[in-house]
């Protein structure tokens, strides 16, 4: 269930959206005046209910009643909880926040949040954005997707991020036996386990071309991005200095370390982790659910055998990850937005974060303090995935941004410069080109 979260988390129907246009051009304040700095109220709510959706799969029982135990205590209002399943979700939450009677807060994935509030489904959080970080510092993956045009549309519930794994058998029968923290180490590495592997269908580094969430990283790591907004139009990055530098970066590394085959194709035909527990490969970038896959198609593999590590960039940093995730909204049509604050305001604060969402659920929390925080009780192989966090980006906070997920016209980029089917400033231009038309008006 919890896969199904990650990937669902960046892909929405643009479409279903529009059914918002009723609610307004965007979304309502909680403040209702200037917009200053405020406190979430302590709003006593007897004999009120709020109705919370929660997707299955993203909360155990454990940390949803952890919340309502704090929020019931606080306010002496009732909680609802409705778990929601993933078919056609995006069409029933449309639909929810633009009719009455719609649900006080809602669990969204971190990437559906700019098309809700730019249609005006979601309160505007702004005022209260200093007061619900509570001393943190929320992680860039989850915050910036959850603002729109500046203003704050969701607060940040949990995440997930992608790291190398790599079988540690493999690569100590190479001669490596420790995890590689610079680019030249990782190189060299590889190197080693090239030269020990010889096999015309073994890759070091298992990564398709189209692998578009590894190819982003390359190119952040090089400071280039998708997309900039200058005064609400939003134009392509990709053609920049660093954007080439990046698709370049990303064409070296994929096509010195993974297989020709594998340069026209996405992660899921064949399946990386069907590769990878097949002894195709040493290495491949993904996420944790990874782990428990490899070793589920192959039972010979061991945990101990799996080692992981954020991927080092060109820059001499780790390279930026993009993080899926879950934002708590709020409904513009609620009939208890301070209630709602309320709720929100427990699910996002340290106590919650630290003891329930990391310790309850194995979630990488919100912030980076929370991350700081589950250092001493991680294993060896969730270090990768939380350190891999504390650098994290996101797709443009753009309503019509899953339309380029959808037509995978993102993939066919890093795709066509690795094959070599066009020069990366050609496969950039096109790129831009069709992203500046598609969010056009920055909306």
């Not at 996405?266 to 290495?283: L, R, Y």
């Not at 991927?311 to 009939?335: C, E, F, H, N, R």
């Amino acid at each position: 269930m919890r896969r199904r979260r990650y990937i669902a988390a960046a892909a929405l129907c643009t479409a279903t959206l529009l059914t918002l246009t009723a609610c307004g051009g965007g979304g309502t304040s909680a403040a209702g005046d200037d917009g200053s700095p405020k406190t979430v109220p302590n709003t006593r709510g007897e004999g009120k209910t709020l109705t919370v959706w929660v997707m299955d799969g993203d909360y155990t029982d454990a940390t949803v009643k952890a919340i309502n135990d704090q929020f019931e205590q606080a306010t002496g209002a009732k909680v609802d909880v409705q778990i929601q399943q993933w078919e056609s979700i995006t069409t029933k939450i449309s639909t929810a926040l633009s009719t009455s009677g719609t649900p006080d807060v809602l669990d969204l994935g971190n990437t559906q949040v700019p098309g809700f509030a730019a249609n005006g489904g979601l309160l505007d959080l702004t005022p209260y954005a200093a007061d619900l970080k509570q001393g943190r510092t929320w992680l860039a993956g989850l915050e910036e997707p959850a603002t729109v045009d500046k203003a704050l549309y969701a607060v940040p519930g949990f995440a997930g991020a992608r790291a190398v794994i790599y079988n540690k058998k493999t690569w100590a029968a190479a001669g490596v036996t420790a995890a590689p923290t610079t680019y030249a180490e990782l190189t060299a590495a590889l190197d080693k386990v090239k030269a020990a592997n010889p096999a015309a269908d073994f890759s070091p580094f298992y990564l398709p071309g189209q692998y578009w969430y590894a190819g982003m990283q390359f190119i952040w790591d090089a400071g280039g991005d998708i997309a900039s907004n200058d005064g609400g139009t939003w134009k392509g990055g990709f053609s920049s200095s660093a954007g080439q530098k990046g698709l370049n970066d990303f064409k070296t590394f994929q096509n010195t370390y993974s297989s020709k085959a594998s340069q026209a194709i996405d992660t899921i035909t064949p399946d990386q982790n069907q590769v990878f527990a097949d002894g195709k490969t040493a290495t491949i970038l993904s996420t944790a659910g990874s782990l428990g896959l490899i070793q589920k198609a192959n039972p010979k593999i061991k945990p101990e055998d799996l080692g992981t590590f954020p991927l080092p960039g060109v820059s001499g940093k780790a390279q930026p990850v993009m993080l899926g995730g879950s934002d708590w909204g709020i409904a513009t049509k609620s009939d208890t937005p301070e209630l709602a604050l309320q709720w929100v305001k427990i699910a996002a604060s340290p106590t919650v974060q630290d003891k329930n969402v990391f310790g309850n659920d194995g979630w990488i929390p919100n912030s980076t303090q929370g991350i700081e925080a589950a250092q001493p009780s991680l294993n060896e192989q969730q270090k990768g995935f939380f350190t891999a966090a504390l650098t994290s980006k996101a797709t443009p906070a753009a309503a019509q941004w899953p339309t380029l997920e959808g037509d995978k016209s993102i993939n066919q980029v890093f795709s066509n410069v690795v094959s070599g089917a066009k020069s990366s400033a050609d496969a950039a231009k096109e790129f831009d080109d069709h992203l500046d038309s598609t969010l056009a008006g920055g909306k």
